[in-house]
T-cell receptor, first 116, second 112 residues
Framework: DTGVSQNPRHKITKRGQNVTFRCDPI?????LYWYRQTLGQGPEFLTY????????KSRLLSDRFSAERPKGSFSTLEIQRTEQGDSAMYLC??????????????FGAGTRLSVL | DAKTTQPTSMDCAEGRAANLPCNHS???????VYWYRQIHSQGPQYIIH???NNETNEMASLIITEDRKSSTLILPHATLRDTAVYYC?????????????FGDGTTLTVKP
C-alpha cells in the first residue's frame, strides 16, 4: 500500500491523559498536513510541514497540541492533557510541492479519538 | 483562500448523472478548484481539479464557468457507492500556504 498511513485507527483515552498519533505520508511527498474533523463538519486545518519544517499552525492548535516531523518523513501529533472537546477524527494528508500535478493532497483514513 | 458555497444535500437516482454545484464568487486568478469526497468513516478522496478549462478523468467531469465564479462536478453514471459528502475547495496552486479550507460539503445520496 503506497497511500498515507495513520496509526492507530481508533484511540480511546481518559480525560487528562496524553495521546500520540502517527502519520506515514506517501514516500516521495515533501509536504504533510494535519486536519481535525468533528461529526457533521468538514476537516479543519491544524498545521503543515514542508520536509521537517513546520510552516504554518492554525489557531486551533492550542499549546496542548504539538506536531513533529523530525526527519522529513513520518509525523507525530501529540495531545497533552486531553479534554472531551478533543474527541474528533484526526486526518493526515501529504502532497508533493513543486510537482506539475497541482499539489494535490492525499488523505489517510484518519485516527478517531474518543476522550472519556 | 476563497470561500465556497454548496447545497447541503442532494439526491440522485442510480445510473443517472449527478450534478453537484459550487459557488466560489470570490475566487482569485491564481486559485484552482478542487473536488474531494468523503465516504463515511474514511479520509477525503481527491476527485478532480481545474483552473478554467473543463476537466475530465476516470471519476468525474468538472465544468467551470467562464467567469470562474462557479463550477459543477458531474458524476456521469452515479452508483450507490458514490453516496458520500462532496467538498468543493478553492486553493492557490502550489504556494507556501498549501492548506485546504473545507466547508461542510454536499451530502449526495444515490438511491436505487
Amino acid at each position: 500500500d503506497t497511500g498515507v498511513s495513520q496509526n492507530p485507527r481508533h484511540k480511546i483515552t481518559k480525560r487528562g491523559q496524553n495521546v500520540t498519533f502517527r502519520c506515514d505520508p506517501i514516500s516521495e511527498h515533501n509536504r504533510l498536513y494535519w486536519y481535525r474533523q468533528t461529526l457533521g463538519q468538514g476537516p479543519e486545518f491544524l498545521t503543515y510541514f514542508q520536509n521537517e519544517a513546520q510552516l504554518e499552525k492554525s489557531r486551533l492548535l492550542s499549546d496542548r497540541f504539538s506536531a513533529e516531523r523530525p526527519k522529513g518523513s513520518f509525523s507525530t501529533l501529540e495531545i497533552q492533557r486531553t479534554e472531551q472537546g478533543d474527541s474528533a477524527m484526526y486526518l493526515c494528508a501529504s502532497s508533493l510541492a513543486g510537482d506539475r500535478g497541482g499539489n494535490i493532497q492525499y488523505f489517510g483514513a484518519g485516527t478517531r479519538l474518543s476522550v472519556l | 483562500d476563497a470561500k465556497t458555497t454548496q447545497p447541503t444535500s442532494m439526491d440522485c437516482a442510480e445510473g443517472r448523472a449527478a450534478n453537484l454545484p459550487c459557488n466560489h464568487s470570490t475566487i482569485s486568478g491564481n486559485e484552482y478548484v478542487y473536488w474531494y469526497r468523503q465516504i463515511h468513516s474514511q479520509g477525503p478522496q481527491y476527485i478532480i481539479h481545474g483552473l478554467k478549462n473543463n476537466e475530465t478523468n476516470e471519476m468525474a467531469s468538472l465544468i467551470i464557468t467562464e467567469d470562474r465564479k462557479s463550477s459543477t462536478l458531474i458524476l456521469p453514471h452515479a452508483t450507490l457507492r458514490d453516496t458520500a459528502v462532496y467538498y468543493c475547495i478553492v486553493r492557490a496552486y502550489n504556494t507556501n500556504a498549501g492548506k485546504s479550507t473545507f466547508g461542510d460539503g454536499t451530502t449526495l445520496t444515490v438511491k436505487p
